[in-house]
């Protein structure tokens, strides 16, 4: 029996998971903020998706990083598509994705993921494996 890989893209720019403090309970850093506004956007996509993302627990994900907007067009155009070698780390980005997907994210058995960097809207691809 063969399974129909489909590749689901949701237009979230990724965000990394940061380390928190209890600090952060009451005194939010612009990091912890930015998390929450990501874990809240894939949750409403997530609700709202056909396939039920929450079921996954087998994946290929590809985060997109946006480029900074200082980088000139030249610096764009060579960078487009290739893979995001700088901080915050994959496992991060994973991290993020898990926490915001998953209230027990020991469900997921095996992934595989990469960072890309791209000139359009940061977004994330996912797809069963």
């Not at 403090?21 to 949750?43: E, G, H, M, P, Y």
């Not at 590809?62 to 700088?86: A, D, R, V, Y």
């Amino acid at each position: 029996m063969f399974l129909e890989t489909s590749v689901i893209t949701i237009n979230v720019t990724p965000c990394s998971k940061p380390r928190m403090t209890k600090r952060d309970r009451w005194a939010k850093r612009q990091c912890v903020l930015k998390f929450f506004a990501f874990r809240d956007a894939i949750k409403q996509s997530c609700y709202w998706e056909p396939h039920n993302l929450l079921s996954l627990e087998s994946f290929d994900i590809e985060f997109h990083i946006p480029m900074p907007k200082s980088w000139s067009k030249k610096k764009k155009s060579l960078h487009n598509g290739t893979p995001h070698k700088q901080r915050p780390d994959l496992d991060n980005y994973i991290k993020a994705w898990c926490d915001s997907v998953f209230e027990e994210d020991s469900v997921v058995w095996r992934f595989k993921a990469t960072k890309r960097w791209t000139d359009k809207e940061g977004h994330i691809k996912l797809s069963t494996l």
